[in-house]
T-cell receptor, first 109, second 114 residues
């Protein structure tokens, strides 16, 4: 059975303090690992898809990386507007996604 | 383009009442999904559809029914609501199994069952 575990559950950073979020997974035949951002009271918003170990993708202050067992979302010099819940999901057959529990990020000015 | 829209945004039901949540997408997507999101449990798939006229069960289908009569709409029904169905419900759509194929989510419906 596919499993996705995200850590930490919550993370408080000062503005400019870089850090990483972790997503560890077990899946039979990875067909893609997805990162989403979710603001309070809103639906998840797509950030990245990674398909193979060693792949990296960047968007502004965010960089996602992938190994055979986990993915990291690196946040460089975060700003208060980066505060949100970040969700990780793995794709299985038929484009179904299994989501992790999310990491709630709070960036203080 | 509106993307994925959901109706209603909020709803309060009494135990045993029924209701239907409506999801609409204007991206001509083949696949549509219904999820529920509960604190500490992440998003869980209830039902999904791979095309007009088709539906299939996800991880937590009990107590829910769905219909996809038109490609752009996906309805989620609760025949006899229970307090355990108190949750935030999200609809999503995607183009299919090829390409990047990310799922686009609606804004959610917050449902409380008393």
């Amino acid at each position: 059975e596919d499993q996705v575990t995200q850590s930490p559950e919550a993370l408080r950073l000062q503005e400019g303090e870089s850090s990483s979020l972790n997503c560890s997974y077990t899946v039979s035949g990875l067909r893609g690992l997805f990162w989403y951002r979710q603001d309070p009271g809103k639906g998840p918003e797509f950030l990245f898809t990674l398909y193979s170990a060693g792949e990296e993708k960047e968007k502004e202050r965010l960089k996602a990386t992938l190994t055979k067992k986990e993915s990291f979302l690196h946040i460089t010099a975060p700003k208060p507007e980066d505060s949100a819940t970040y969700l990780c999901a793995v794709r299985r057959a038929g484009n179904m996604l299994t989501f992790g529990g999310g990491t709630r990020l709070m960036v203080k000015p | 383009n509106a993307g994925v829209t959901q109706t209603p945004k909020f709803r309060v039901l009494k135990t045993g009442q029924s209701m239907t949540l409506l999801c609409a997408q204007d991206m001509n997507h083949e696949y549509m999904y219904w999820y529920r999101q509960d604190p500490g449990m992440g998003l869980r798939l209830i039902h999904y559809s791979v095309g007009e006229g088709t539906t299939a069960k996800g991880e937590v289908p009990d107590g829910y029914n769905v219909s996809r009569l038109k490609k752009q709409n996906f309805l989620l029904g609760l025949e006899s609501a229970a307090p355990s169905q108190t949750s935030v419900y999200f609809c999503a759509s995607s183009s299919g199994t090829g390409g990047v194929n990310e799922q686009f989510f609606g804004p959610g419906t917050r449902l409380t069952v008393l």
